[in-house]
């Protein structure tokens, strides 16, 4: 494998990285991010990653930093030129960010995975993770499953799903493999820098303050742990298909207010506790939100193994490790 990782500094790349050096041996890979959210420490921290000149050519092995945006069209197209495939991370990932700024957020995630799509049809690239989320179902009766007619409720909902469109369209065009995965609720270490439910509380009681749930916290999310989705990527990465939709969840469904009570018996087995107070709902928050995993076990062979109370034990180490 010689795998271009869009995003690669962030919480899911850096995890997937250490995955793909430590437990495949895979010692070609191409990272390109903007260092919006992380950073050139942060995936120092999972290998010796050369910085190159984006001016340049990008060499064509080795473990290679690009820093740059998956809005610029000719360097997108220069790092397909140095890699076999891709893992496409790279992306406004927040609900809150494309309400205020809905043009930032199609710009990343439309024109992102448009550019990447163009420069790996130019260089015969032909494996594409595409990372989408449970938003482009949006407001439907869950569980969320592959053939369900999506209503985003949000912009990112919105743009997440234009991407699954260029995926799918490309298959059929032009061959190229590509695989969307639709990532419930991830949690882990490495999460540090993440404003997603279990990390912000973590992060919050931590730090003596009060934890702030939006809306009443019978709102259901379905909370993925870091290992098994980084085991789902690598998965889809070496199946030989494309053209497909996954949803990679626990497929399980929890409530904001249950998980909030397994975070705090979490942190009291580490000597700290939390306080809780509740607010106004955020606009293009789904109400209920959990996923059919099926498909994924039928045609990948992968089903999630890590427990919601061990992952979020290990996460709550993590970040007790970094006090
Ligand atoms: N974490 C979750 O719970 C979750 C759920 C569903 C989907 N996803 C998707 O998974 C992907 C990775 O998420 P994450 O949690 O690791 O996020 P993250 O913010 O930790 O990492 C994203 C990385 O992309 C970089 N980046 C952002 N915009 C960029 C741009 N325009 N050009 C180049 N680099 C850019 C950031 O600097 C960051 O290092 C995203 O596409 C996200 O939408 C995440």
Redesign the pocket.
Known sequence: MNVLV??G?????TSLIQSLIKDYGVSDICV???????SFEDLQEVGCFVRCDANLDIPKSGLRFVE????DHGLVEKCCRAVGEVVH?????GVAPSVENPRMDME?NVI?VLNLLEGMRANAVNKLVF???GAPAGAVEPPIHEEIAPHPVSPYGAS?LAGEGYCSAYYHSFGINTVALR????FGPRSK??S?VIAKFIRQALNGQVCEVYGDGAQTRDFIYIDDLVRAIIMALKAPLGGEVFQIASGGELSVSEAIDEVSSALAKFGFSMEVVKSSPRVGDVRRNYSDTSKAARMLGWQPEVPFALGVEKTVKYFVDRL
Do not use: H, Q, Y
């Open positions: 869009t995003g500094c962030g919480f899911i790349g390109l991010d903007n260092l919006s959210e992380g740059g945006d998956i809005r991370l790279a992306a406004n990932t990343s992102g990372a989408s989320s997440k990532f419930g609720n991830v820098n993440k997603s």
